[in-house]
């Protein structure tokens, strides 16, 4: 009988757990001190049972449960909880999720092979947030085979799964395709998509790319002129480039003062190479 209350203690500490945390006058010290308890001992066999109460607390909308038990469950199950850890990170709660962030990309690069068997389905499946979440991920464990995959998605109508192409192209450097269809995506309808392009082309920094780049410098969107410049800042080298000048001189003057602090910002740096 004694083995058996042993036994039964983590599961109704979790219980315990999960009960509070859906409770929004419980004292967060307990919970915190639960919390810590199972993550300090891992146990296999509740893996299900911490899956069922992230599942509920996502349904719930609760953030700051699924941060708890995300936490948890990624120290008990490792990069076996990919599946269930990815499909609680794909809903926006409203958190930044910076923890459960760093954990699925941490996990996915210890076992890329894993995490790739796991991660693919999802990029090509029919739940739009569990798309984008997928996308992402694959960025920290791409192949070159992920790039026809990433065409395709380039083309959907969702913006955030469009977006997140944007972000996760700059994982192939500089392979041909993938910078072609960095280049169109500029052309995007949606502005968000273009500054994260930008941001990828300014990372990748390639010659190549600066004629598209430069064109969005009259685009409609003040945020995209602003990330202009920030792109073209990171083009250094040096010779300067007249073209790309010109342009950060036109940014310089725009109407909007936080198109020409960048513009300022970007000027600031070494001579631009074309």
Not at 2 to 24: F, I, K, M, N
Not at 66 to 90: K, M, P, W, Y
Not at 121 to 140: E, H, K, Q, S, Y
Request: net charge negative; hydrophobic share 45%; charged share 25%.
């Amino acid at each position: 009988m004694e083995d058996q209350r042993a036994a039964d203690h983590p599961t109704l500490r979790l219980d315990e757990l999960a009960a509070g945390l859906a409770d929004p006058d419980c004292d967060l010290d307990d919970l915190a001190e639960i919390e810590e308890e199972l993550v300090a001992v891992p146990r296999r066999e509740l893996i299900p049972s911490v899956e069922r109460h992230l599942a509920a607390a996502v349904e719930a909308g609760n953030w700051y449960a699924r941060h708890v038990l995300a936490r948890i469950l990624a120290e008990t199950a490792g990069h076996t909880a990919l599946a269930a850890l990815l499909q609680a990170f794909s809903r926006d709660l409203g958190d930044d999720q910076d923890s459960l962030s760093t954990t699925l990309h941490v996990l996915a690069q210890e076992h890329p092979a894993a995490a790739r068997d796991i991660i693919l389905p999802c990029a090509v499946g029919n739940d739009d947030d569990l798309r984008r979440a997928a996308i992402w991920l694959l960025g920290f464990v791409p192949d070159p085979a992920d790039l026809s995959l990433l065409a395709h998605a380039a083309q959907v109508s969702d913006e955030g799964i469009r977006n997140a192409v944007a972000c996760t192209l700059g994982s192939h450097g500089t392979e041909p395709e993938a910078i072609d269809l960095l280049l169109q995506l500029l052309d995007d309808p949606a502005p968000q998509v273009r500054i994260s392009t930008l941001s990828t082309l300014g990372f990748l920094h390639l010659p190549r790319t600066l004629w598209k780049i430069r064109s969005l410098a009259n685009d409609d969107n003040t945020r995209v002129r602003a990330w202009v410049a920030i792109a073209l800042g990171h083009f250094a080298a040096p010779e300067p480039d007249l073209a790309t000048l010109a342009v950060l001189d036109q940014l310089a003057a725009d109407a909007d003062p936080y198109v020409r602090d960048q513009a300022a910002a970007a000027r600031q740096r070494k001579p631009l190479r074309s």
